[in-house]
């Protein structure tokens, strides 16, 4: 009977397992198909069109240089390959400034003719109209709309979702805002975390282990949006007195909450892993005459290297995937930062903060889910290097 029982367990154990991980197989997969739809959509708004005079050479815009024009950023046609000529922007808004409504037709069922004659007499205009407005055999010439490049995504320098005629989904702000904050708060968090853990495992007395332990954990199950009224109130005016800045919310703002965010999970694990040296290999130091200081240093620190590694993985991994607490402290402005006292946004807070208004299955939709294929990926990749490591150190 006990036999059964054990195997009915084992049974269960393994379909729990094999569920699981069918699970994260299935939500990966999807997860990468929803991204990689992006790069099947067009450049241009979908069901618009870009139409120039027939006497403009210009075939291809990049989706920046159509912002630029759009912008007036970009004054001449002679700066993108185009004629001499300077730019004039169009858009169907615009067309009672040119027509009377009983020009147009009640309906607007004239529109079309009207735009293919507005631009075939402004040599220099640029019409931004619905794809419908255009008529099979008119003058107009239209602007190729190639797909999305990975180029424009990955080295973009601008994430602007909502612009309109050509929305610019630019990562390189993103990712570099989520690397610059977490790696000032690993700066910030590791030194302190490893000091408080040296302190635990081997100086304090038990007494004060036994207060302070239970203390640090309790801050690791405190809600992150907690965190973030903290560093609004107080991080944010600190920082902005301090440097004198015009806004408190930037990057080190962030880095700050984050650091403090990721110390009990690394002071948690790392002095887990020092007290599980051997009392023996501390001794032996000790009786060759080693200093108690020296013997942490040579002795327990090498050995629980992976333990500690494993802390500071866990720490990285709350920094980079953290989004409330960086959402309300960073300022969430989507610029490339130079320094870490500027305003950015990071990966996870542009998910949390658009995800529900992106229209589903759209291309704005998709970019967000490749910001979490990114996001994967980053984490990955620190994962496999400090695995790396610590087997070389080992």
């Given at each position: 009977m006990r036999k059964f029982f054990e195997k009915i367990v084992a049974g269960l154990l393994t379909c729990s397992g094999f569920v699981t991980s069918i699970t994260i197989l299935l939500i990966v997969v999807f997860l990468f198909i929803e991204a990689f739809g992006l790069f099947k959509s067009k450049v241009i708004e979908d069901g618009y069109v870009l139409a120039l005079n027939k006497a403009n050479p210009v075939n291809r815009l990049s989706p920046s240089e159509i912002k630029n024009i759009f912008d007036e950023e970009i004054t001449n046609w002679k700066e993108v390959g185009g004629i001499d000529a300077p730019i004039k922007v169009f858009r169907l808004e615009n067309i009672t400034d040119y027509y009377s409504e009983e020009e147009l037709g009640e309906a607007y069922e004239l529109a079309g003719d009207k735009i293919a004659e507005l631009v075939q007499h402004n040599p220099g205009m640029i019409a931004f109209i619905p794809s419908q407005f255009v008529k099979e055999g008119s003058n107009l010439h239209l602007?190729?709309?190639?797909?999305?490049?990975?180029?424009?995504?990955?080295?973009?320098?601008?994430?602007f979702p909502t612009a309109t005629p050509a929305p610019q989904f630019g990562f390189l702000p993103l990712i570099t805002g989520t690397?610059?904050?977490?790696?000032?708060?690993?700066?910030?968090?590791?030194?302190?975390?490893?000091s408080v853990s040296i302190y635990l495992s081997e100086?304090?007395?038990?007494?004060?282990?036994?207060?302070?332990?239970?203390?640090?954990?309790?801050?690791?199950?405190?809600?992150?949006?907690?965190y973030g009224f903290f560093g609004l109130i107080v991080i944010v005016p600190f920082i902005q007195k301090t440097f004198d800045l015009p806004v408190g919310e930037t990057g080190l703002a962030g880095s700050v909450v984050l650091a403090i965010m990721a110390l009990?999970?690394?002071?948690?694990?790392?002095?887990?892993?020092?007290?599980?040296?051997?009392?023996?290999?501390?001794?032996?130091?000790?009786?060759?005459?080693?200093?108690?200081?020296?013997?942490?240093?040579?002795?327990?620190?090498?050995?629980?290297?992976?333990?500690?590694?494993s802390g500071?993985?866990?720490?990285?991994?709350?920094?980079?995937?953290?989004?409330?607490?960086?959402?309300?402290?960073?300022?969430?402005?989507?610029?490339?930062?130079?320094t870490i006292l500027e305003p950015l946004r990071t990966i996870p807070a542009t998910i949390a903060a658009e995800l529900g208004e992106a229209p589903a299955g759209g291309?704005?939709?998709?970019?967000?889910?490749?910001?979490?294929?990114?996001?994967?990926?980053?984490?990955?990749?620190?994962?496999?290097?400090?695995?790396?490591?610590?087997a070389k150190r080992k």
């Open positions: 602007i190729k709309d190639n797909n999305i490049s990975f180029k424009d995504v990955i080295a973009g320098a601008e994430w690397l610059w904050v977490s790696l000032f708060a690993i700066l910030i968090a590791l030194p302190f975390g490893l100086v304090a007395n038990t007494k004060t282990r036994n207060i302070l332990k239970p203390v640090i954990e309790l801050l690791s199950g405190i809600p992150s949006v907690v009990p999970t690394i002071i948690t694990v790392t002095e887990d892993a020092m007290r599980n040296c051997p009392r023996s290999m501390r001794e032996a130091s000790l009786a060759l005459g080693a200093s108690q200081w020296q013997t942490i240093y040579k002795v327990v620190i090498p050995y629980s290297i992976s333990g500690i590694t500071v993985v866990l720490g990285i991994g709350r920094a980079i995937g953290e989004t409330m607490a960086v959402l309300m402290v960073t300022g969430n402005a989507a610029v490339i930062p130079t291309a704005h939709y998709q970019a967000l889910f490749l910001l979490g294929v990114v996001l994967f990926i980053i984490t990955l990749i620190i994962n496999l290097s400090v695995e790396a490591i610590s």
